[in-house]
């Protein structure tokens, strides 16, 4: 098992170093990913649920893999293989897209702080990497919000290292002053383009830094604040605002501007603010939504992105898809994750929330409805070529997804969705577990 583990760091990082030389990269990038995805699935068939995968050192968890680093690792390589696919002639960029996935993988697996803090800061350096290795500028604004979260996340993880004496997260499980929760999770919502911390998600081009970067970001909040900080009802109340507000802002944006990035910004919304109502049905919804939108974000951007230079019956059946199942009409997959979310609402009769979601989700649907009139339904046809088969393949596989997901639901909240909730549901009792699977 610390092979496997391992594997999920050291397998892109080989494979970046060994496509340097190489002219052709665009297939080596596509092997990694898809084996990467692959080990993945094979590891849903022989890890127990609520058990710990460990990779460790000297009684240290260096690496620590349970139902959430599972569920979010899968969903960081799938975003990487459909990444890998549409862009398998872009050679520039694909060493640095292996970076960024290694650094990713180390930050979702990571059981240790010093672990943790090293892969963060990685991870903030392949951004920048990939950003300009597309042909995008770093304006200082990005420049100082990667510093920003660069500077919050050490400065949190040296603190609770100084406080706790301890490295090991199952050593570190304390009562740590305010400040020093607001330095780890502020980092991590920074990176999660949550608003006020979204502007330098949004001006981010390439769709593997927002997919990847995003879901990693989701996935620190969720971890430091129920499985390490274990946040009271004031610290989740903190998340519902900051979701709700990213959903309403962002939608509005969003349909105002027609504009992608402010709609995926509207979505984490949903997420960050089902995972503030802190029950078992709400977080089943929030880390449901989670796993929707790896699998929604990629088909509207690559959909839309080809849709300037191509056209087809192909092309337009995938763009309907994409914005109803962003829209949430059945039987698509977000339909499914925000019936779970609205169902802990009336369950937990969280009234004020619901009259910011519930508008929030209405305008989303309209967003969805306005964007495929425009680009569907009463765009002229034209005289521009089908789709190449490469990024053809990347539309239908994301196509196919969103309703095989929306299909089998059940399946998918059993393997996949569950897991993560018993996870989370656990609470700080994740590090009694790691401790009892070092003894």
């Not at 920003?148 to 490295?167: E, P, R, V």
């Not at 092309?315 to 898809?321: A, P, R």
Request: charged share 10%; proline share 5%; with cysteine.
């Amino acid at each position: 098992m610390a092979i496997i583990l391992t594997g999920f760091i050291l397998v892109p990082v080989a494979a970046a170093l060994l496509c340097l030389p190489l002219k052709r990269r665009g297939w080596l990038f596509v092997a990694t990913a898809a084996g990467l995805l692959s080990l993945a699935a094979y590891l849903y068939t022989i890890r127990p649920f609520n058990n710990l995968l460990v990779f460790q050192y000297h009684d240290v968890p260096l690496l620590v893999l349970d139902g959430l680093s599972h569920l979010v690792l899968t969903g960081v390589a799938l975003a990487a293989l459909l990444y890998a696919l549409y862009s398998v002639d872009e050679e520039r960029a694909i060493p640095y897209a292996l970076y960024l996935l290694a650094t990713a993988a180390g930050v979702i697996l990571a059981g240790e702080l010093v672990t943790l803090m090293l892969f963060s800061l990685l991870l903030l350096d392949a951004c920048g990497h990939l950003a300009m290795a597309g042909g995008k500028k770093i304006g200082l604004g990005e420049g100082l919000s990667l510093g920003l979260a660069a500077g919050l996340l050490a400065g949190g993880l040296a603190a609770m290292m100084l406080i706790s004496h301890a490295t090991a997260i199952h050593l570190t499980i304390r009562t740590y002053p305010l400040l020093v929760k607001a330095m780890v999770l502020s980092g991590f919502t920074l990176l999660a383009g949550v608003l006020p911390f979204h502007r330098w998600l949004v001006k981010t081009s390439n769709p593997l830094i927002y997919a990847a970067v995003n879901t990693v970001g989701l996935y620190g909040i969720f971890r430091f604040a129920f499985n390490v900080f274990g946040l009271g009802r004031s610290g989740m109340l903190v998340l519902t605002v900051l979701g709700l507000s990213s959903l309403v802002y962002g939608g509005l944006v969003a349909f105002a501007r027609r504009d992608l990035a402010y709609n995926n910004i509207a979505q984490t919304g949903v997420v960050l603010a089902a995972a503030g109502l802190a029950s078992p049905l709400a977080l089943m919804g929030a880390l449901f939504h989670l796993l929707n939108l790896i699998v929604i974000k990629p088909l509207l951007v690559y959909a839309g992105d080809t849709a300037d230079r191509a056209s087809g019956p192909l092309l337009s059946s995938c763009l309907v898809i994409g914005w109803l199942a962003n829209a949430a009409i059945p039987p698509f997959n977000g339909f499914w994750s925000l019936h779970y979310v609205l169902l802990a609402l009336a369950q937990q009769k969280a009234w004020p929330s619901a009259l910011l979601l519930i508008p929030g989700l209405v305008i989303i649907l309209a967003l969805s409805l306005k964007v495929l009139k425009e680009k569907v339904f009463s765009a002229e046809p034209g005289g521009a070529p089908p789709v190449r088969w490469p990024q053809g393949t990347v539309l239908v596989i994301s196509a196919v997804l969103c309703l095989l997901i929306g299909l089998n639901t059940g399946a998918v909240v059993t393997y996949l969705i569950n897991p993560a909730v018993i996870a989370l549901t656990n609470g700080t009792g994740y590090a009694r577990m790691i401790a009892g699977v070092l003894l």
